[in-house]
């Protein structure tokens, strides 16, 4: 199937929009077998070479075939499963809360629709089973999205993944079996694909698994197994005949939140690994930002050490997620005409009662959305016993400063205030207004 760029964006505030989704074409791609075969005939997900390392080509989303969907609605828009770089962690990492106070064994991270480091083109999280694109923020809720999104697209196969490798590890296996895999509870394929590409499908899926040093048994609490890559949440290009929503939080406790998991107690970040470095951290990533003297702008300014490129996606402002020179043209222009709707960590259930209003009125889907669970990363770093400072104490007039010039765009379009002790926002954001 040919690739073709298009680029009809869903009006913002349509009326009338039929309350049939999927539509056929999009749900003929879904569960066809050129969506699952594709990809991994393209050698996907490839091997990184380093997990961690964000300009890593084979984690580009410009590795993945592209499919080009046109509906009878009128729009078109460029599916793929982006860098195919999809690992479902285990249970053990995370405290899981659903509504319905039930657990949920599968989390798969969703990093790969977008752009990480200099590779490919950002790309939206468009789950198929409600209109609605996704760009992912991180420390803003993005474990619980992940679920939440996985929900939305497809749970019954990487359970049974999970558990197919899990009964293979009781039995003394460590793999996933190529008669599981290609055969009717996995993606299928056996004949069209290869024997080479069979097995070496089979061996990337392990590439996260890590065996435990001292007992040379698999890590289970550590170890992540790729999913096939048509089982990844799907991308898309442009979001056409879907809403985009972005995930956003508080930017003081998200700042907070990303030094006290990367930097504190941590010897490869020295000397700022303790709550004293906290200031000179915030010094030093926003003078990277602020550089007027580099026309190429801070994504591809280096960064010195122990600073690296995780820090600069994860203290992004609401104004750099949406004015990234990533995005496609078609999606650059809507995300800064600001045709997108942001759903705040802190008043999480009115924003989403509002999310679900506006997909009924506006676009007519109106089946309802499940709730974003509640989930909480374990992790496995041991933090600094001392006690943190207080927050009057860590966000010292200088800090204040820094926030309010960084994150500008925060304060005044989604409604968070410049106090940091006041948590909530007091105003709604101004993005909403768009559809009012």
């Not at 080009?68 to 460029?78: I, L, Q």
């Not at 890590?210 to 442009?238: N, Q």
């Not at 770093?381 to 820094?402: D, F, G, T, V």
């Amino acid at each position: 199937m040919a690739k073709v760029s298009v680029a009809l964006a869903f009006p913002w505030c349509l009326k009338g929009g039929s309350s049939t989704w999927p539509p056929v074409e999009l749900r003929e791609l879904m569960g066809s077998e050129e969506w699952q075969l594709r990809p991994v005939q393209a050698g996907l997900p490839r091997q990184s070479e380093n997990r961690f390392h964000l300009d890593d080509a084979c984690r580009s989303t410009s590795n993945s075939p592209q499919f080009s969907v046109c509906v009878k609605a009128g729009w078109c828009d460029d599916y793929s499963a982006g860098s195919g770089y999809c690992p479902v962690y285990p249970a053990e990492n995370v405290d899981v809360r659903l509504q319905n106070g039930s657990t949920q064994m599968v989390l798969a991270r969703s990093d790969h629709c977008m752009a990480l480091g200099g590779n490919g083109s950002h790309m939206f999280l468009c789950p198929p089973r409600a209109p609605i694109a996704i760009i992912m923020n991180p420390k803003a809720g993005s474990t619980s999205a992940a679920m939440w999104l996985q929900l939305l697209t497809s749970l019954r196969r990487p359970r049974a993944l999970v558990r197919h490798f899990r009964n293979n590890l009781a039995k003394g296996e460590l793999g996933i079996s190529e008669h599981w895999l290609f055969g009717a509870e996995g993606i299928g394929g056996r004949k069209r694909l290869r024997r080479k590409q069979r097995a070496a499908l089979q061996q990337r899926m392990l590439f996260e698994v890590l065996i435990d040093g001292s007992t040379m048994r698999v890590a289970e609490y550590a170890s992540k197994i790729l999913l096939p890559p048509g089982w990844c949440i799907p991308c898309c290009a442009h979001a056409s005949g879907r809403l985009p929503v972005v995930l956003v939080r508080n930017p003081f406790r998200r700042v907070q939140s990303w030094f006290r998991h990367k930097w504190l107690a941590n010897k490869g970040k020295e000397p700022y690994a303790t709550w004293a470095g906290f200031l000179p951290f915030l010094r030093y990533m926003w003078e990277h930002r602020s550089d007027a003297n580099d026309p190429n702008g801070f994504w591809k300014r280096v960064l010195k050490r122990p600073f690296n490129m995780l820090d600069v996606a994860h203290t992004m402002s609401f104004r750099d997620i949406l004015e990234d020179p990533r995005w496609p043209q078609e999606a650059a222009a809507r995300l800064r005409a600001r045709r997108i709707f942001p759903l705040r960590l802190e008043v999480m259930s009115s924003d989403f009662a509002e999310l679900r209003r506006i997909l009924c009125q506006r676009l007519g889907f109106c089946k309802g959305l499940p709730a974003i669970p509640h989930v909480v990363p374990r992790g496995f770093r041991a933090y600094l016993a001392a006690k943190p400072p207080s927050m009057q104490e860590l966000w010292s007039s200088e800090a204040l400063e820094i926030m309010w010039r960084m994150f500008d765009s925060d304060f005044s379009e989604l409604g968070y205030s410049r106090d940091a002790l006041v948590e909530k926002p007091i105003s709604l954001p101004t993005p909403w207004a768009t559809c009012v």
